[in-house]
Every structure is written in structure tokens, then in C-alpha cells.
């Protein structure tokens, strides 16, 4: 196993989207109201006393949409003046950053992934549930000129949706520094849709793009577990995560913080996770926090989702957006 050093914090469970794979307009959640999550300090805390000391060091702020937490500016000002802090990285469905992201990289934010499952209108409000495509380009035009790099571009692969537009998908890098990654359909989320498409699988969508622009390997800077490919003479890359195909469960560098504070070590399965909200708030020392952290550590690579007989057998009390991604 790799030396976990990388922690993805979901700092709010709501989101503007009503996406297919993630939170479908017929799911019943039930919000976090703002006193159930971790404020601010609470997470600065957890990172400075308990996380940093541990080697964990890079560190993604997703959701829900982290762009509808207030105030969002001020805590990566924050995270990323905390000392030993390495990286910091956010991922937005891309509505309000033609707003945000001049803030956003003046508070020290330089990395970015905004999921955009479709060049066509049409496709991205059946996948999203919202008519946006228009202010989630834009979002992304005011990014790129804003200075993110890497600017990264999520594309989750749903059959029979927007399967046909890999290449087209692809073709993004050819004259622009951006990173297109494909992603597998997961069965978080939106099970009944999962059982009725299935999934994509990732070499098939390389056999594609191979066949029609050529393939080599490529190199972006991250700390995700995408296979890295290039289109020869592109500007860009294409990353692939295969979770469904290919476990990559023995390079998982990771661990899910959610915007409530259970920390997860596995996103395809429910075992193992601990409360730090709770116990933070009741004053536990900061050790006895770490020493909780150090031991789910331990055991990490027994719950992976490889060891699916410890799982969740396929049935996930929490959505992606309840996690974190």
C-alpha cells in the first residue's frame, strides 16, 4: 500500500445539480443543516492537530457544490497558509465560477476540476438535471484565463448519454492546457440508473480515441488515481479512473472526510468509518483524534473495496454528494 497522504474534505452536502450518477432529482436527502457541519475552524483544526501530523499533506475540498459553502474563499486562505500544507485542490460543477474564480486564486487556490459531462446543451441538462451548460462554459473559459493549472475537466461515462462524445471530449485537449478525464459509472448514487446502463469500461474508450487521434503516455500533476495518456502533439491530457475495471485499490493514497465529519476510508465501502465531529466538539484531545486516525490507517487496506466481502455488498447508505466524491 502507498503512504496515505491525501484527504478529500466535503464541505457541504447541498448542490445547485441534480446530476444522474450523484443526486437525481427522485432522491430523498435530507440536508445538513449548517450547525451539523464542520465549521471552519473545526476543519483547520482536524488538518493542523490531526491530519498534517500524520503525513497527510495534500488535501481536495469537493461536495455537494463547495461553491454554495459562505465564505469559501476564507477557509483556503486559510488551508493553504497552514504550515506543512502541500497541496490543495477543489472540485465545482463550474455554476458560479465565473464569479468565484478570481477569488478563489487570489486566496492561493491553484488547482482546479470542474465536471463537464457534455459538449452538447441538451445532453448536459438530461445528465445535470439543469439547463446550465452556458454558465458552466463560461465558468470554465474565466478559469482558464484566471491562471488554474491544472484545469481539470470530469467526465462521467453514462451509455447511451453522452458515450457517443469521448472523442469530441477529447479533441478539448488538443489546442487548450486542459486535462479531460474520463470517469467510470459508479453505483453510488443512482443504483437503479447503474443496474440499467452499466458501465463504460476505460479501455475501450482508449481503444476509441487511440483509433482515431493516436495515444501515448502523458504525465499531469495530481494526487488521483488516473491513468495519464496524451494525444501526440496535444497541450492537454486524457486521465482515465477506472474503479469498476480496474481496482486500483493498491495505489489508493486516500481517505473521505465528509462535510458532517465522518472520516471514510474507502469510497465503495462503509466499513471502518469514525465520527471526529463529535469528539472534537466534546473536547477529546487531539492525540486520542490521531491516534483514532492512525489505527483506520492500519487497517486500510482491508477495507478497500477489493475486500468486498467486509463491505457494502452493494448497498450504500450515503450518496457521492453525502461523501464527498
Known sequence: MPTVNYLRISLIDRCNFRCQYCMPDEAELAW???????????????????FLPLGIDC?????GEPLLRPGLEHLIRALCSL?????????TNGFNLSQKAQLLY???????????DS?????????????????????????????????????????????????????????????VRF?????IGNAALFQQTGWVESEVLRQRIRARFGLEPGFVAGNGPADVFRIPGAKGT??????MSECFCDRCNRMRLSS???LRPCLLNESGQINLRDPLRAGIPAERLRQQVRELLDIKPDINFKGRDTGSQGSYRRTMSQIGG
Do not use: C, Y
Open 183 to 187: 470517469i467510470e459509472f459508479m453505483p
Open 260 to 262: 458532517d465529519g465522518w
Open 238 to 243: 486524457l486521465g482515465f479512473i477506472s474503479q
Open 83 to 91: 504550515p506543512g500544507v502541500r497541496d490543495v485542490a477543489l472540485t
Open 106 to 116: 487570489e486566496a492561493g487556490l491553484r488547482r482546479i476540476n470542474i465536471s463537464f
Open 59 to 63: 488535501f481536495r475540498l469537493t461536495g
Open 32 to 50: 445538513l443543516q449548517a450547525p451539523e457541519r464542520l465549521t471552519d475552524e473545526e476543519i483547520l483544526t482536524l488538518v493542523r492537530e490531526v
Open 119 to 179: 459538449l452538447n446543451p441538451e445532453t448536459f441538462r438530461l445528465i445535470t438535471g439543469r439547463d446550465r451548460w452556458q454558465q458552466v462554459w463560461a465558468g470554465i473559459q474565466v478559469a482558464h484565463q484566471v491562471g488554474f493549472d491544472p484545469l481539470k475537466l470530469n467526465v462521467v461515462v453514462i451509455p447511451g448519454l453522452n458515450e457517443s462524445e469521448v472523442e469530441e471530449l477529447a479533441a478539448l485537449t488538443l489546442e487548450r492546457q486542459w486535462h
